[in-house]
C-alpha cells in the first residue's frame, strides 16, 4: 500500500483555549499520530455557522509519543470558537469538538456522552496549571480506568478512548 493510500488517525488528548491579552492561545496535545500531514486552527465568530482558518500547522506524521502543539490567534473576539481539523497524508480529515476560550469563568467541568459509547470528552475549566484525575466507572461502581492529565490555565478538552473487550464465547 503506498503511502499516500494509508490510513491516518490522530488521537487527541488535550485541546485548550485561553484568554491571553487581546489574544488567544489554543494548545493541543496527540497521543499518537500515524499519517498525518497538519492541522488547521480554525475560528467561527458565529456560533459555529462558519469556520475560517487561523493558521496551518505542520504534524509530526507518524509518532507514538504525545506531541504538543500551539498557535495564537490575534486578534482575538471573546466570542470565538475554536475547532482542530486534523489532514491526512490520504485526505481525510477529522474535526475536534469546538471549545471557547472563557475569560470569566472559574473552574468548572462537564463529561459527555452518559453512558460512554466510543469516545468520553471531558471539558474542564481552569484557573491556572493543575492537575486533574479522572476516574470511569461502570454502571455497578467498579472502576475501568484512572487518567491523569495536565490542565492548562483555560478551557481544556480532555478525551479517552475506552478498550474495548469482545466477549467471545468457548
Known sequence: MSPKNSPSSVQFSLVNARCETNKGTINWTTEQEQNINYFNVEKSLDGGASW??????????NSSTPINYSVTDNPFAVNSLYRIAEYGIN???YYTSAIQPDCNRQEQWQAWPNPVQGILTVAITSPGTSQATIQ?????GALLKT??????AGNNLLTWRPVLTKLTST
Request: aromatic share 0%; net charge neutral.
Open 52 to 61: 475560517a482558518i487561523t493558521s496551518i500547522v505542520p504534524a509530526t506524521g
Open 91 to 93: 485526505g481525510q480529515q
Open 136 to 140: 470511569v466507572v461502570d454502571n455497578k
Open 147 to 152: 487518567q491523569v492529565n495536565t490542565l492548562l
